[in-house]
């Protein structure tokens, strides 16, 4: 065609042209959209033939040959060796692992650790691999330990096992002897503790020199003693000594070791069912013994003693005695093999414990930590009233204003006896570190009422001294009443003969 020609039906060629051009991108796109048709049909085709497959089921697995396709499984009640797909990778396939079987039962999916089952606690280490567990019921079972479990799980631990599988999967952070103890080291120091210097050097001489001096006990053959206890009334330092035993233990031994501090509370051991109570001793012993192989001290501390370990026979807690002293004393008993395991009992009502624990041998150093005199108690007042705190005037005249008005003379209770006579007590008769750490508080608080008010900025004063004395004394939250006479002696820290009446006299309020 000449250009002529081309001129002559140029506008019509160039519409033709674009018309073109619109049809195949149209085409194209209709191709497109006709292949993701096709894609999403083959899709539903798939998806309604896995719908006719038969439905997966699970299994743990064991052990097995994952390189050589073959593994041993437990699933619908049984063991059972069975094929593995090559599209599992071999090394998901750890023992305890939690697997989907597909069509033939061939081992299609490793699923990780089951997130459910029956919880047990972790009574002792089998070799390297095995556990025995207890359920809630105390029945005691042998199961493998999953690789997560292997450098994990320690006696008293609870986990979560398949019972029929025998396998535990999983720690569970909260521990059963967690739940009863406190094995932190505490960070109470003798210098804390005030009015007990005869007390702290006889434990310092008995439980502290063999550890820090043991070639010289081996040479003389002695061994340490296996425990002690502490006695006297109530709020006077017994806890205290014996955390800052531990305390002074981790101090000692150096080396960035550290002692251990098992703390139980009598009556939370109680427990209802019938064995429960025992099974939970012998788990704070298994720890105590688990640590102490470590090479640590480790103290086993029982505050309150007297509500759990009562002398058999004597009708008390059904004669729940008569199997829970038994176990205690097996486990004392069985602690000669590690020297490195202390027991500590705390009590205020001495002759309640049955004498089996306190023999020779057992509980055999008793150190009574008695109420403090006047000088004693100025000891306790100068760790709380010092220059660490705002202070009105020096912290000595502070001191002896506060243990003048503790040790005045003011009447409290008539005691009669059981031959006739009759004994006053006074408040001073019923001072404890504990209520004089609480008198400082109320000092303080009452200072801290007097800045906020505008009265008064300069700190702790004797007045606030002597009417915190004052309010806790007319308070006497902590004495026991009259319908036991023999509990007013007794928390007195006084022996002597029985009493049969006890009259709270009648004292005017002070300040």
């Excluded at 191709?31 to 439905?55: F, H, I, M, Q, T």
């Excluded at 296996?226 to 009334?233: E, M, N, Q, T």
């Excluded at 049955?354 to 108690?377: C, Q, Y």
Aim: net charge negative; aromatic share 6%; charged share 25%.
């Amino acid at each position: 065609m000449s250009p002529l020609d081309d001129d002559a039906f140029g506008p019509e060629l160039r519409d033709l042209k674009r018309k073109n051009q619109e049809l195949g991108s149209r085409n194209a796109k209709l191709a497109e959209l006709l292949k993701s048709s096709r894609d999403n049909l083959n899709d539903l085709y798939a998806k309604v033939e896995e719908l006719g497959e038969p439905a997966s089921t699970y299994g743990i697995y064991l052990c097995g040959s994952p390189r050589d396709g073959e593994a041993e499984v437990f699933t619908s009640g049984r063991q059972m060796r069975l094929k593995i797909s090559p599209i599992v990778d071999p090394a998901a396939l750890v023992p305890g692992t939690l697997v989907r079987l597909g069509e033939g039962t061939v081992v299609v999916e490793a699923c990780g650790f089951t997130p459910t089952g029956q919880l047990a606690t972790m009574v002792e280490r089998i070799g390297g691999n095995r556990a025995v567990v207890a359920d809630q019921q105390g029945a005691e079972s042998l199961v493998l330990l999953a690789e997560p479990l292997l450098t994990t799980v320690r006696a008293g631990d609870t986990v979560l096992i398949n019972a029929a599988a025998g396998y535990a999967f999983e720690r569970i952070a909260k521990t059963e002897v967690n739940q009863l103890s406190l094995e932190e080291v505490p960070d109470v120091t003798y210098a804390d503790i005030g009015g007990l210097a005869s007390q702290i050097e006889t434990i310092q001489d008995s439980v502290e020199l063999p550890f820090s001096y043991p070639e010289l006990y081996a040479a003389y053959d002695l061994k340490p003693p296996k425990g002690l206890l502490l006695y006297g009334p109530p709020g006077c330092g017994k806890t205290l000594i014996a955390k800052a035993v531990a305390n002074s233990l981790s101090t000692r031994i150096g080396d960035g070791g550290k002692a251990h501090f098992i703390n139980v509370k009598g009556p939370e051991l109680l427990n209802k069912f019938v064995g429960e109570t025992e099974r939970r001793i012998r788990l704070i012993f298994e720890r105590a013994r688990e640590l102490a192989s470590e090479g640590s001290p480790v103290i086993v501390f029982f505050d309150e003693m007297e509500s759990i370990f009562r002398t058999r026979g004597s009708g008390v807690s059904s004669d729940m005695e008569t199997t829970v002293v038994p176990q205690l004393l097996t486990e004392i008993d069985g602690v000669e093999d590690i020297a490195n395991v202390i027991v500590i009992g705390a009590t205020n009502r001495e002759e309640l414990i049955d004498p089996a624990i306190l023999r020779p041998g057992r509980l055999d150093i008793k150190i009574r930590v008695s109420r403090p005199n006047k000088d004693e108690a100025k000891d306790i007042l100068a760790r709380y009233i010092n220059d660490e705190i705002p202070l009105a005037d020096s912290a000595s005249t502070l001191i002896d204003v506060t243990a003048d008005a503790m040790f005045e003379p003011r009447p409290f209770v008539r005691l009669e006896l059981v031959d006739g006579s009759t004994e006053i007590l006074h408040y001073s008769d019923f001072v404890s570190g504990a209520m004089i750490a609480n008198v400082v508080d109320r000092a303080k608080k009452l200072a801290i009422k007097d800045n906020i008010s505008g009265a008064s900025d300069a700190g702790v004063n004797a007045g606030h001294l002597r009417e915190a004395v004052a309010l806790e004394q007319q308070e006497s939250e902590h004495l026991p009443n009259t319908s036991n006479p023999d509990e007013w002696a007794r928390i007195s820290g006084r022996q002597g003969k029985r009493v049969v009446a006890a009259e709270v006299l009648n004292y005017w309020p002070i300040g």
